[in-house]
């Protein structure tokens, strides 16, 4: 072994006295401060930065935390690892402890999106499936945490070590929330802040567990089929212009095509029957929310029953073809009386327009007689 080898190990050799982290770079959310072979010393100098936090790991089990700031090691600010170690009355000697720091500061622009379409119930379209995609923005909001669930022992863990697990909790989540929120499917495309709002109120929560913290959730498109997109353009199209002004546009603008049409007049009359057709056919969409069928016939209506007075007495009720025969019995004629259900008094058969047809077989009385 050289001379030159024996100063290097011997310099590795030295005890740490000096422990903070310089970083570097923008995605960083743990380090775990390298120490080979070394050991740190009674009075050692620990500094923390802003936007950082460090974290003592003592044999798997984590210690003290340090906020920012600049700290000289002792068993007064090293009460936890000090109970680990089973420091009574303070240490002179060297110990060794990892010890991790990491970044609180906001790591922007991570992306997520929907790998598949997401089914949604809506009560007016049914089942529609819609995809999504963004960004957030996040931090580590409980060091401890953090490292317990996420970190582990890794020396150098990234934002893009944690983000695919972070895009299927946030995937998962925002399935969830836009279910619970219960959003009316045209919110979705007018208005998505909105939206980032609501579903980032409800996944936050989630975070916590892993110590991390989304500071902000955005939204930047929502996908759904191109039908359903137009038919909700169509409705909200409708809730805001005047139906008879958009009628008499459509027909305008229908004859004026059919003008344009080299077959001259038979173009324009099929011009003129479209652009009626339309006008007819968005004025029976403004009409009751349930109409009937066009393929539906009308109920049938009730058939006519009268009753009739014959030898002084009430008889009946009859119907058309029953009267008819009691005009062959000469049971009805022209003066007897009559009632059916909805008059007001009994009347002669006469006087009573329905039984027209049946009394048409009657002959009148004899001039004279």
């Keep these: 072994m050289g001379l030159m080898d024996k100063i290097i190990n011997k310099a590795k050799a030295e005890f740490i006295d000096i422990i903070e982290w310089l970083d570097q770079t923008d995605n960083t959310l743990a380090y775990r401060f390298e120490r080979y072979q070394n050991e740190i010393k009674n009075g050692a100098k620990l500094t923390v930065r802003e936007g950082q936090m460090a974290v003592f790991v003592n044999e798997g ?38 010890v991790y720091f990491l970044s609180t500061r906001n790591i922007t622009d991570q992306k997520w999106g929907t790998k598949n379409a ?54 998962a989540r925002f399935t969830d929330a836009v279910g619970e ?3 009316p499917i045209e919110k979705y495309a007018a208005d998505i802040n909105e939206t980032s709002e609501t579903v980032f109120k409800i996944i936050s929560p989630e975070f916590d567990k892993y110590g991390i913290e989304v500071t902000k959730f955005i939204i930047e498109n929502i996908s759904m089929p191109d039908e359903i997109k137009k038919e909700i353009f169509e409705l909200s199209r409708l809730d805001k212009i005047d139906l008879d002004k958009l009628t008499k546009l459509k027909t305008a603008k229908a004859i004026e095509v059919a003008a344009a049409n080299p077959n001259g007049t038979a173009g324009a ?72 259900e909805g008059m007001s008094s009994w009347t002669a058969a006469k006087d009573v327009p329905e039984l027209n047809s049946v009394l048409g077989s009657v002959p009148p009385p004899i001039p004279g007689m």
């Design 61 to 98: 089990q984590i210690a003290d935390v340090f906020k920012p700031g600049m700290y000289t090691l002792t068993t007064e600010n090293l009460p936890i690892l000090a109970t680990l170690k089973g420091w009574k009355y303070g240490f002179n000697s060297p110990f060794k402890a990892e």
């Design 181 to 183: 929120a219960k959003i």
């Design 269 to 340: 009359g099929m011009g003129m029957g479209m652009g009626f057709a339309m006008a007819n056919q968005m004025g029976q969409s403004m009409a009751a929310n349930q109409a009937r069928p066009a393929s539906a016939p009308p109920p049938v209506p009730p058939a006519l029953q009268f009753f009739i007075v014959f030898n002084g007495a009430q008889d009946g009720p009859h119907d058309m073809n029953g009267l008819k025969n009691l005009v062959l019995q000469n049971k009805l004629n022209r003066d007897t009386l009559v009632w059916r």
């Design 118 to 171: 997401i089914m949604l119930s809506d009560d007016r379209f049914g089942m529609i499936e819609i995809r999504a995609y963004g960004t957030y923005v996040m931090r580590v909001k409980d060091g401890p945490v953090f490292i317990r669930e996420i970190v582990g022992t890794d020396g150098n863990f990234t934002a893009e070590k944690i983000n695919e697990q972070l895009k299927s909790l946030i995937v």
